[in-house]
């Protein structure tokens, strides 16, 4: 299997919308062993100005890898998950994700790269969150939540 | 909280951390962020990919590093940038029914960089396990007063 060429450059607009629970933040902290109050009492986030509990700096990746796997499902990617590698990482926030946000996600694959008989592969991922009312981001008022950037390594046949 | 920018130099330390990690965190970490790849829970399928065994997620690496710099920053929000580089798996062993961890990840940080004019300091993160560099160019962007 080959990765496709044309990837790059293509993008998949945002799909379903994302609640962002305070349970989910609770549990995710508890999965990165983080400890901060402001990820569990909502109290403790609020006496640091937020309105609700705040997720850990790398919660998006629930988001952003979701946005991912349209294009690793996408039959024409060509791309073999049992054989992706995560190479590197970045968030960039705008503004934290708190607890009550309802977050969509674009994906825009930004590089395609041949590498042996694999390749490089290069996406980003543009989180916004929906207005307040706007039940499906089709109203189209979004506020930029982060940015994820994200390479993964396909690796070839004896790779 | 706030950090005054006038009192950090480059260099500084921020601090360290050990992370101890087991399986049943590895399925933890999966199950809170659905990332059900089973080179991180199931042996023979890690073994049949060529891997040493169970690794961790990076994301999980990634994640749980960045808690040295959140408890510094004192305020979860004021890491507005994160990026790392994936070098090295981290295998886990099967510690199951014991008290004895999988695996340990030690965590440090130091002052890369300031911003005086966008009122940042960059945290420049050092995570081994079993003598190896797990993550490259682990870099935290922070907001100080």
């Known amino acids: 299997m080959t990765i496709n060429p044309d990837l790059q450059g293509r993008s998949y607009p945002a799909a379903e919308v994302y609640d962002v629970g305070r349970e989910k933040i609770r549990e995710f ?18 006496a640091l100005g937020h309105s609700d509990l705040v997720a850990p700096p790398t919660f998006a990746i629930i988001v ?3 946005a991912d796997a349209q294009l690793i499902e996408d039959p024409e990617s060509g791309i073999d998950f049992s054989r992706v590698v995560h190479a590197d990482q970045r968030f960039t926030h705008h503004r934290p994700i708190i607890a009550g ?4 996600a674009e994906l825009h694959v930004d590089g395609v790269r041949a590498m042996g008989g694999g390749a490089m592969i290069t996406t980003r991922s543009e989180i916004f969150a ?5 039940a499906t981001g089709a109203a189209g008022v979004r506020e930029p939540v982060a940015t994820t950037t994200s390479s993964i390594l396909v690796r070839g046949e004896g790779q | 909280m706030s950090i005054d920018i006038a009192a950090l130099t480059v260099g500084q330390d921020i601090g360290s951390r050990s992370i101890t990690v087991t399986r049943t965190d590895l399925v933890k970490y999966a199950g809170a962020s659905g990332d059900f790849n089973p080179i991180h829970w199931n042996e023979a399928f890690a073994t049949g990919v060529g891997l040493p065994g169970v690794i961790a997620h990076g994301m999980f690496t990634m994640g749980a590093a960045v808690q040295l710099v959140t408890d510094w920053a004192g305020d ?10 994936f070098t090295k798996p981290v295998p886990v062993a099967d510690t199951t029914g014991t008290p004895e961890s999988g695996a340990v ?41």
């Open chain 1, 101 to 104: 946000d309802r977050l969509v």
């Open chain 2, 76 to 85: 979860p929000a004021a890491v507005v940038d994160f990026q790392t580089r």
């Open chain 1, 130 to 134: 929906l207005a307040p009312g706007d």
């Open chain 1, 29 to 46: 902290a508890r999965a990165v062993k983080a400890t901060h109050p402001a990820h569990f009492d909502v109290a403790a986030a609020e």
């Open chain 1, 64 to 66: 952003a890898q979701r």
């Open chain 2, 105 to 145: 990840i030690e965590v440090s940080g130091a002052i890369g960089a300031l911003d005086a004019d966008a009122g940042t300091a960059r945290v420049d993160l050092t995570v081994v396990s079993a003598a190896q560099k797990v993550l490259v160019k682990a870099q935290a962007v922070v907001r100080v007063a």
